[in-house]
């Protein structure tokens, strides 16, 4: 198997996608760029200089804040 991704995953990658940008990407910080719609690789070097860092406890609330998310969309996606 060489994993090129065949007709059927894409329209699944797809299918996901639009599923869950909505649910997680409210959630996401202003700091982040990585495969976020409207958003670039050229955005992120520009927002650098002006980029706020996270103090550890800014951090670990970010943790808890996506796992509570996960179980909601577990908790969800059980019920559909």
């Given amino acids: 198997m060489l994993g090129i991704p065949t007709v059927?995953?894409?329209?699944?990658?797809?299918?996901?996608l639009q599923v869950l940008t909505p649910i997680f990407d409210p959630e996401l910080?202003?700091?982040s760029y990585g495969f976020r719609p409207g958003r670039s690789?050229?955005?992120?070097?520009?927002?650098g200089p002006?980029?706020?860092w996270r103090k550890p406890s800014d951090v670990a609330q970010?943790?808890?804040?996506?796992?509570?998310?996960?179980?909601?969309t577990l908790k969800r996606s059980t019920t559909l």
């Fill in 8 to 16: 059927q995953d894409r329209y699944i990658q797809q299918m996901l």
């Fill in 50 to 52: 002006r980029r706020s």
């Fill in 41 to 47: 690789a050229q955005d992120a070097v520009h927002a």
């Fill in 29 to 31: 910080t202003e700091d």
């Fill in 62 to 72: 970010a943790q808890r804040r996506t796992k509570k998310i996960a179980k909601q």
